[in-house]
């Protein structure tokens, strides 16, 4: 998964996480889709997600869309679009093109990044900032949703949550750890239908550019995310994500998915 409440989900990327369309290659026939609900204080809804997820033993390509909603959107009005496509290995993960676009409050910013076999990469956003990260500080970097779907990889390969991605997405450059966090058999909660064992990961942002742009501590800073084994495959899920953003603490629910031979509807 790796906006205004930024979760990718890879998706568990973080709740917000952006983009512009690709021409991405045709993968697996049976893509992934997934749609989580968000609520924040006093359990107001703030944001619907929806995540694609597309891959074969060579190639992924990752989409997320998503747009606040109800009290979020009177605070921040933002509707986002991300996508990546890249290559994989049976030990690496590699992007090779990010694009995110972003309406902000009436304003529209595009993020991109292409990356280069050997760790460089070109890329940047319109409007530029006032002083753009040096190429130095963005070499090895991924993109926030490759950085999720490789939590993700990780997770069901060998169970366990502790990974450290440096991540840049056009515009910003932090780092995203995540730990284990123990497992746990979730009960039902906020009119989600989900009981069954899960796995716990605690994630932490970490900045490493600080500047006076407000936008640059959206997103969310911290948190727990509980994954399932709900598909067959290589991929862990992210079920359910409880996470510190600048609007406060919020909770995702995953609503549905899609794929893989499996149909759940977890909410309305």
């Known amino acids: 998964m790796g906006g205004a409440v930024r979760f990718s989900l890879g998706v568990a990327g973080s709740v917000l996480a952006a983009l512009a369309v690709l021409a991405v290659p045709a993968l697996a026939a049976d893509a992934i889709a997934l749609r989580f609900e968000v ?14 997820i597309d891959e074969d033993a060579n190639r992924y390509a990752l989409t997320v869309d998503y747009a606040t909603s109800g009290v979020a959107g009177m605070f921040v009005d933002v509707k986002t679009r991300a996508q990546v496509r890249g290559r994989l290995s049976p030990t690496a993960t590699q992007p090779e093109a990010f694009r995110k676009d972003t309406r902000r409050n009436g304003v529209d910013r595009n993020n991109k990044v292409d990356y280069r076999p050997d760790g460089t990469l070109e890329g940047g956003s319109t409007p530029p900032l006032p002083e753009p990260l040096p190429a130095s500080a963005t070499r090895g970097t991924v993109d926030n949703l490759t950085a999720y779907f490789m939590l993700e990889r990780q997770l069901a390969r060998t169970g366990s949550c502790v990974l450290a991605v440096p991540v840049f997405d056009g515009r910003y450059r932090y780092d995203l750890y995540f730990s284990d966090a123990g497992t746990k058999t979730l009960p039902s909660s906020g009119g989600q239908k989900f009981e069954g064992a899960t796995k716990a990961c605690r994630m932490t942002r970490h900045n490493i550019a600080s500047g006076s742009d407000p936008e640059q501590d959206e997103g969310a800073r911290q948190g727990t995310i509980w994954y399932a084994k709900l598909i067959p495959g290589d991929l862990m899920v992210p079920v359910r994500m409880e996470l510190e953003t600048q609007i406060g603490g919020v909770t995702a629910y995953l609503a549905e998915l899609h794929g893989r031979g499996v149909d759940l509807k977890l909410m309305e």
């Open 39 to 52: 609520y924040g204080l006093a359990g107001l809804h703030v944001l619907t997600l929806k995540s694609n």
